[in-house]
């Protein structure tokens, strides 16, 4: 609860005092665990003021409060108009993180990886090395699922996934056969319809 308050003085200073009253309202609403009152008051602050400021509060008000959907909806307008802004950006990458490592739990493994290829391999992001060492991890864990179930479609799908990926060293060391017929069909189909 200190750093709740801490957090929300500094969000004050920042904001400037004359609007104390909404941001202690807020604190109440929250300390009260009326969070969706609490976005509401934010909202309409939001709306009403032109300070960035405000904005950015509420976005890591959000964030903080387990409010993912209202997060995912606001934060994109705000990186728009903002990206030197690092601190809502991190909360940005952290929020799809959180999306690839619950796809990845629930073994929904082509989720996974998108999420990882379409927003968490930016360099702007601090822990993108460890998601690009994290995408082989997972397509080892989707094709052994496939290989498990019996699902020879799906093992092709996956090796298909991994040379497309540009994983091809990985492909062909984790299941040579599949990847020794998808290659064949890359060469056939680029000999008979060559480059003009």
């Not at 709306?47 to 950015?56: A, G, I, L, M, Y």
């Amino acid at each position: 609860m200190k750093n709740v308050f801490c957090v929300m003085m500094a969000g004050l200073m920042l904001l400037g005092c004359g609007d104390g009253d909404r941001l202690a309202e807020i604190n109440k609403l929250q300390a009260a665990g009326e969070v969706r009152e609490a976005i509401q008051v934010y909202r309409e602050w939001v709306e009403s003021s032109k300070n960035p400021n405000v904005e950015r509060e509420y976005l890591k008000f959000l964030f903080e409060n387990k409010q993912y959907l209202d997060f995912s909806k606001d934060v994109r307008s705000y990186v728009a108009r903002f990206p030197q802004d690092g601190e809502i950006m991190e909360l940005q990458f952290e929020y799809y993180a959180r999306l690839a490592r619950d796809a990845e739990r629930t073994e929904q493994y082509e989720t996974a990886i998108d999420y990882i290829v379409s927003y968490l391999l930016s360099p702007d992001y601090s822990d993108y090395r460890k998601w690009e060492s994290r995408q082989t991890t997972i397509l080892r864990k989707w094709l052994q699922e496939a290989i498990d179930e019996g699902d020879v479609t799906e093992q092709k799908n996956v090796v298909a996934k991994m040379m497309v990926m540009n994983f091809g060293n990985l492909a062909e060391s984790v299941a040579p056969e599949i990847y020794q017929e998808l290659a064949s069909q890359v060469s056939t189909e680029e000999e008979v319809s060559p480059a003009n």
